[in-house]
Structures are given as structure tokens and as C-alpha cells.
T-cell receptor, first 116, second 112 residues
Framework: KAGVTQTPRYLIKTRGQQVTLSCSPI?????VSWYQQTPGQGLQFLFE???????NKGNFPGRFSGRQFSNSRSEMNVSTLELGDSALYLC???????????????FGPGTRLTVL | AQSVAQPEDQVNVAEGNPLTVKCTYS??????LFWYVQYPNRGLQFLLK??????LVKGSYGFEAEFNKSQTSFHLKKPSALVSDSALYFC??????????FGAGTRLTVKP
């Protein structure tokens, strides 16, 4: 089975621009979660989508948004980029059968975003 | 609220020696606990999880973890460390349908 894929792997943007990151979950997985990883703040939860609905949301400003499509693929968007948005953005998928929260999350390789 | 703490930023061990990476958690109710490993420029790889049942959980690559409810700990262990185990290790906790909370990570260095 193919793992979680994220595109693009690397991205360079300038302040004020917007960016869209894509995540394809493992086949059959219904839940996609997004995380931001930085050296200073560590791994921080952004949001989780399950059956095309946002189920959980972390403590990030409204510039960060996401969506999930009917095939479970997910995108996240960051508008009006700031220097502090430079980070590794990780996507994770899980089965979430019957909404189970004990299912393991499997991570993609991440998208490294650099904001200049 | 739920949280995990990894009290050591860095752990150094010699190859062949046992290793322990510590994790303590804070959550009301029964926790779901996870360990992940991250190699440079890679995503997180799942090692093991505790949901319920036996307190000793066995995972990938010879790793195991012991759940201790009275000490609210979930330490990761391996009897004999390999140089290739050198990486960043994350403990995480989740309860019910809340989001997964990760610790700050512990960098493990195994020296030959």
C-alpha cells in the first residue's frame, strides 16, 4: 500500500503570498490531520478532517484553512504568509473507523515551506 | 486538557547498551499513548501505541514501552541500542476525539 504523499515537498514563497499544500492519505483512510513543525514550537496541531468535515482545530489564526475532498484527499491553505510560517508541514492519515480515535496516524514526508 | 512531557532534550547511549527515552502524560480519563520516530528530513514513523490491556507494549524495530498509570509515564525502551536508532523521538497522547498532543521530542544519539 502506498503511504501518505504530500506535494510539493519544498516551497519558497515571499511574505504576503498565499500557498496551498496537498495531502493524499493512505488508501481507505478517512481522516487527515495537519501539523506544523518548527524548531521553536515543536509539533503543533492545525486541524483534522474526517468525512469532509473539520472535526478538530488547533490554535492557529484564520489565515490557516483546510478542506477535504470526497476521495479523502486534503489541502491546506495559508494566506498572507508571514516569516513565522516557515516550517515543515506534516499531514497524517488514519482509518477512523466509526470515528475511533485509537487508530494510528501515519505521517507523510512533509512539505518544507520557506517564507522570505 | 491533555499534554505530554519529555523531560530530556537529549539522550546519549553507547551502541549495545540499553536505552530509555522518558515520557510523562497528563490527561483526565484513559489515555491513548503513542511513540513516533523522525529521521532527518522525513516525516514521523509510528513505533508503538498503548490503548488498553498489557502495560508492556512491543513495537517496531525492537522497541517497547511500559505504561505506568500510577506514575503517569510511558517510557520507550530498547534492550540494545544501534547506531541507526539515532533520531528524534516523540511521545504523543490522545483522548477520545480530541487532537493528538506531542511532546517536544528527545534527540537520541547512539555512539559506536
Amino acid at each position: 500500500k502506498a503511504g501518505v504523499t504530500q506535494t510539493p515537498r519544498y516551497l519558497i514563497k515571499t511574505r504576503g503570498q498565499q500557498v496551498t499544500l496537498s495531502c493524499s492519505p493512505i488508501s481507505g483512510h478517512r481522516s487527515v490531520s495537519w501539523y506544523q513543525q518548527t524548531p521553536g514550537q515543536g509539533l503543533q496541531f492545525l486541524f483534522e478532517y474526517f468525512s469532509e468535515t473539520q472535526r478538530n482545530k488547533g490554535n492557529f489564526p484564520g489565515r490557516f484553512s483546510g478542506r477535504q475532498f470526497s476521495n479523502s484527499r486534503s489541502e491546506m491553505n495559508v494566506s498572507t504568509l508571514e516569516l513565522g510560517d516557515s516550517a515543515l508541514y506534516l499531514c497524517a492519515s488514519s482509518l477512523r473507523l466509526a470515528g475511533r480515535s485509537t487508530d494510528t496516524q501515519y505521517f507523510g514526508p512533509g512539505t518544507r515551506l520557506t517564507v522570505l | 486538557a491533555q499534554s505530554v512531557a519529555q523531560p530530556e532534550d537529549q539522550v546519549n547511549v553507547a551502541e549495545g547498551n540499553p536505552l530509555t527515552v522518558k515520557c510523562t502524560y497528563s490527561v483526565s480519563g484513559n489515555p491513548y499513548l503513542f511513540w513516533y520516530v523522525q529521521y532527518p528530513n522525513r516525516g514521523l514513523q509510528f513505533l508503538l501505541k498503548y490503548i488498553t490491556g498489557d502495560n508492556l507494549v512491543k513495537g517496531s524495530y525492537g522497541f517497547e514501552a511500559e505504561f505506568n498509570k500510577s506514575q503517569t509515564s510511558f517510557h520507550l525502551k530498547k534492550p540494545s541500542a544501534l547506531v541507526s536508532d539515532s533520531a528524534l523521538y516523540f511521545c504523543a497522547v490522545r483522548r477520545n476525539n480530541n487532537d493528538m498532543r506531542f511532546g517536544a521530542g528527545t534527540r537520541l544519539t547512539v555512539k559506536p
